[in-house]
């Protein structure tokens, strides 16, 4: 029975130890992918994150933000050259004023 109880203990402290970590991660990573792009704030490297923008589409819309101060909705963002109904649709979801 002792050796029973032994082994269970050392189950727990490996789960302990290797798996619970591992999960906390990846539930980390799934939140940080999950949070939206605030176009009133976003950096240069962040506006890159999403789909379809590139450096150039980036400053752009950093551009777009200092002539006319800050997005007041997200669809203000299809004012900006390069970025369209096809290419707005497909960022929507993930940004945010």
Do not use: C, H, W
Request: cysteine-free.
């Amino acid at each position: 029975m002792n050796k029973l109880v032994l082994g269970g203990v050392a189950v727990v402290v490996v789960l302990g130890l290797f798996v619970f970590p591992l999960v906390g991660q990846q539930a980390q990573a799934g939140k940080a992918a999950g949070e939206k792009i605030n176009l009133n704030s976003a950096t240069l490297e962040e506006l890159q994150k999403l789909p379809g923008i590139g450096v150039k589409v980036a400053q752009r819309i950093i551009d777009y933000r200092k002539q006319n101060g800050n997005f007041k909705k997200v669809e203000e963002l299809m004012k900006v050259r390069g970025i369209g109904e096809k290419l707005f649709a497909r960022m929507k979801d993930m940004i945010t004023v």
